[in-house]
């Protein structure tokens, strides 16, 4: 009798205290953009000594739907893009958990799982990851109604090399003239997020990406992405460590000041201390700490109609 009761009281309380998960390719099989025929690699799952998952290996993109609880939906949804250097993903602090943190004030979050540059399976490696953004929001979006999402309130967000696709998506969404205004986030938020290619470029980033084209001052100039702000990029909310030793603090100042300049609105939060790769982990850090609070407002503020 125990046992029954006990499942009874999960199957009232889960939708609850759980978060819906789908996964959902982003591409039909065999017609994945830029992928060369025949070319195969095993992904790669594993979870370091700090807890962090990594994927690598990426060759089938997908994104990940985490629904909040119906009586919590706000309406609003965000596209996630973890970090890594462009060379894995790290999927879970800079993914799932977010995700979770999103839906625990109501917003729909999808976590996206986006190949990473490999000439080995692709054509054109540097296209590839932006190619697999678009989708993904254009997916959001032509799903909206499903999800109990408005289509005018889909952000994207990202992490270091996320955070450089998440600008990339905001800065040159309109690759595709045909899914343009479909792939267009409605805003943008950006921690410690590698930005530009030039003289304060995360190095390994920008070589995983360009391969071959590392020496293009197009192509470095293309995806440096303070260089590509415009008065259609999206509000923008930056976080940054200002002791990070991997993507230096100039990436988000250079980003927010292109927003300035564009008349893009755009609230940045700089702290002493917080290194790179914090994520939510942010206890030990101070004031640093106070990053989820401010981004909350931030979004609140941006999303619900004003009375």
Not at 29 to 34: D, E, R
Request: charged share 15%; aromatic share 10%; net charge neutral.
């Amino acid at each position: 009798m125990r046992s029954f009761l006990f499942a009874i009281f999960l199957i009232t309380t889960l939708p609850d205290i759980t978060f819906s998960q789908e996964v959902i390719n982003l591409w039909p099989y065999n017609a994945v953009p830029n992928a060369i025929s025949g070319a195969r690699i095993t992904e790669k799952s594993e979870t370091d000594a700090n807890g962090i998952l990594r994927i690598s290996n990426v060759s089938v993109p997908t994104i990940t739907a985490y629904l909040p609880a119906k009586a919590k939906m706000t309406g609003a949804a965000v596209m996630i893009c973890p970090g890594g250097g462009y060379g894995i993903l790290a999927a879970s602090h800079e993914g799932s958990d977010i995700a979770q943190w999103f839906n625990e004030m109501g917003v729909a979050a999808f976590v996206l799982k986006y190949r990473l540059p490999n000439p080995e399976i692709m054509t054109n490696q540097q296209e590839v990851p932006l190619m697999d953004a678009i989708q993904g929001m254009t997916l959001i979006r032509q799903n909206a109604g499903k999800y109990g999402i408005d289509p005018a309130k889909i952000g994207v967000m990202g992490f270091s090399a996320g955070g450089h696709l998440a600008s990339t998506l905001a800065t040159h969404y309109h690759l595709d003239a045909k899914t343009s205004e479909m792939a267009k986030p409605d805003f943008a938020i950006l921690l410690y997020p590698v930005i530009t290619f030039g003289e304060k470029a995360h190095v390994g980033s920008r070589n995983s990406l360009l391969g071959k084209l590392t020496t293009s001052p197009e192509m470095i100039a293309y995806y440096s992405n303070e260089l590509q702000v415009t008065n259609r990029t999206p509000p923008t909310f930056l976080v940054h460590a200002e002791n990070d030793k991997a993507v230096p603090v100039e990436n988000s100042i250079s980003f927010y000041l292109a927003c300035l300049k564009n008349s893009v609105p755009a609230e940045m939060h700089l702290y002493p201390a917080g290194g790179h790769g914090f994520g939510m982990r942010t206890a030990t850090f101070g004031s640093l700490n106070t990053w989820p609070d401010a981004c909350k407002a931030w979004l609140t503020a941006l999303t619900v109609p004003k009375s």
